[in-house]
C-alpha cells in the first residue's frame, strides 16, 4: 500500500508570494491532517480534515488555509510569505475508523524556504 | 504555549543498554499519548501509544509508562540499538475533539556501539 505522498518536496518562494502544498493520503484514509515543523517551535498542528470538511483548527494566522477533495486528497496554501513561514511542512492521514483515535501516517514533508 | 514538553533535547547512549525518554505536558484534558520516531528527510512514523485509562502499554523493545498524576510520560527502549538513533517526539491530544496532536520539541538519541 503506498504511503502519504506530499508534493513539492522542495520549495524556495520569495516574501509577499503564495504557495499551495499538495498530500495524498493512503488510500481509504479519510482524514488529513496538516503540521508545521521549525526548529523553534517543533511540530505545530495547523489544520484537520474529513469528508471535505475542516474538523479542527490550530492556532495560525488567516494566511494558512487547506481544503479537502472528495478523494480526500489535500492541499494547505499560504498566502503573503513571510520569512517565518520558513519550515517542513508535513501532512498525516488516519484511517478514521470510528474508534476515539486513530494512528496518523505521516509524509516525507515539503521543505518551503521563504527568501 | 507548548503543552507538551521533552526537556532533554538530547540523549546518548551505550548499544544494549536502556534508553528513557521524558515527556511532560500541562493539558489535563489530554487522554490519548503517542511516541514518534524521526529519521532525517523522513517523516514521523508511529512507535507506541498509550491511553490514560492505562498505566503501561508495551510492543517489543518499547514501553510506555503514564504517570496521570505527575502528568508524566516516558519511553523505555530495552535494549538499545545503533538503528534505534533518531528524534523522539512525544505527542499527546484530546480523543473526542479530532486528531489534533500536540508534539513536544523531540529528544534526539544516539545510541553508540
Known amino acids: 500500500k503506498a504511503g502519504v505522498t506530499q508534493t513539492p518536496r522542495y520549495l524556495i518562494k520569495t516574501r509577499g508570494q503564495q504557495v499551495t502544498l499538495s498530500c495524498s493520503p493512503i488510500?481509504?484514509?479519510?482524514?488529513v491532517s496538516w503540521y508545521q515543523q521549525t526548529p523553534g517551535q517543533g511540530l505545530q498542528f495547523l489544520f484537520e480534515?474529513?469528508?471535505?470538511?475542516?474538523?479542527n483548527k490550530g492556532n495560525f494566522p488567516g494566511r494558512f488555509s487547506g481544503r479537502q477533495f472528495s478523494n480526500s486528497r489535500s492541499e494547505m496554501n499560504v498566502s503573503t510569505l513571510e520569512l517565518g513561514d520558513s519550515a517542513l511542512y508535513l501532512c498525516?492521514?488516519?484511517?478514521?475508523?470510528?474508534?476515539?483515535?486513530?494512528?496518523?501516517?505521516f509524509g516525507p514533508g515539503t521543505r518551503l524556504t521563504v527568501l | 504555549d507548548q503543552q507538551v514538553k521533552q526537556n532533554s533535547p538530547s540523549l546518548s547512549v551505550q548499544e544494549g543498554r536502556i534508553s528513557i525518554l521524558n515527556c511532560d505536558y500541562t493539558?489535563?484534558?489530554?487522554?490519548?499519548f503517542l511516541w514518534y520516531k524521526k529519521y532525517p528527510a523522513e517523516g514521523p512514523t508511529f512507535l507506541i501509544s498509550?491511553?490514560?485509562?492505562?498505566d503501561k502499554n508495551e510492543d517489543g523493545r518499547f514501553t510506555v509508562f503514564l504517570n496521570k498524576s505527575a502528568k508524566h510520560l516516558s519511553l523505555h527502549i530495552v535494549p538499545s540499538q545503533p538503528g534505534d538513533s533518531a528524534v523522539y517526539f512525544c505527542?499527546?491530544?484530546?480523543?473526542?475533539?479530532?486528531?489534533?496532536?500536540?508534539f513536544g520539541k523531540g529528544t534526539s538519541l544516539l545510541v553508540t556501539p
Open positions: 498525516a492521514s488516519s484511517l478514521n475508523a470510528g474508534g476515539p483515535y486513530n494512528e496518523q501516517f
Open positions: 488510500s481509504g484514509h479519510r482524514s
Open positions: 480534515y474529513f469528508s471535505e470538511t475542516q474538523r
Open positions: 493539558n489535563s484534558m489530554f487522554d490519548y
Open positions: 498509550i491511553s490514560s485509562i492505562k
Open positions: 505527542a499527546a491530544s484530546v480523543s473526542n475533539s479530532g486528531y489534533a496532536l500536540n
